[in-house]
């Protein structure tokens, strides 16, 4: 139990384009999902929290109109990476929050080229 | 703000050999604490949690115990396997008004030999 799948899990595209990233929890319902950033050999960075029905929060520093978080249904939410630039490769997870333990998703390896 | 300092790696072991791998943070508060295992092409898994100072998380023969005193969460392995190659993270959660938020520390890539 307490799945959570991320989709795709990787992709590559032009700059200047946008790319979507679903994250799913798959056998339970999340009130509350997770969107982190994780450089080459360093931790993972909180980026922003989603909470469905209502606007997400994002962590100091992380471009809240340039990383669009949707959290539209109890079971997913996506990011948006909009108008993506080279700095913006990385390896994304989401997690998903239930009964005071995160579940992790396998993560999304974007290349803006 | 709240953080975590886990020590570098990569750690490469041979087989049966014993583990430490050392964490320490800065929290207000009384955190609850976590180590995470990635293994490779996966997601992050919890391996082991305290909640409060003194308390010992185990798993899979993976010990951590929680030392207010040290502010430490240092995870330790009596015989380590090849199956236990993987990324290791220490995370805290401070609770409050972060509510379910972790902070990770860098992680450490831990090998095991045959």
């Known amino acids: 139990g307490a799945v959570v799948s991320q989709h795709p899990s990787r992709v590559i595209c032009k700059s200047g384009t946008s790319v979507k990233i679903e994250c799913r929890s798959l056998d339970f319902q999340a009130t509350t999902m997770f969107w982190y950033r994780q450089f080459p050999k360093q931790s993972l960075m909180l980026m922003a929290t989603s909470n469905e029905g209502s606007k997400a929060t994002y962590e100091q520093g992380v471009e809240k109109d340039k990383f669009l978080i949707n959290h539209a249904s109890l079971t997913l939410s996506t990011l948006t990476v909009t108008s993506a630039h080279p700095e913006d490769s990385s390896f994304y997870i989401c997690?998903?929050?239930?009964?005071?333990?995160?579940?992790f998703g396998p993560g999304t390896r974007l290349t803006v080229l | 703000g709240d953080s975590v300092t886990q020590m570098e790696g990569p750690v490469t072991l041979s087989e049966e050999a014993f583990l430490t791998i050392n964490c320490t943070y800065t929290a207000t508060g009384y955190p609850s604490l976590f180590w995470y295992v990635q293994y490779p092409g996966e997601g992050l898994q919890l391996l082991l949690k305290?909640?409060?100072?003194?308390d010992k998380g185990s798993n899979k023969g993976f010990e951590a115990t929680y030392r207010k005193e040290t502010t430490s969460f240092h995870l330790e392995k009596g015989s380590v396997q090849v199956s236990d190659s993987a990324v290791y993270f220490c995370?805290?959660?401070?609770?409050?008004?972060?509510?379910?938020?972790?902070?990770f520390g860098q992680g450490t890539i831990l090998t095991v030999h045959p």
């Open positions: 305290a909640t409060k100072a003194d």
């Open positions: 995370a805290l959660n401070a609770g409050g008004t972060s509510y379910g938020k972790l902070t």
């Open positions: 997690s998903a929050y239930l009964g005071n333990e995160q579940f």
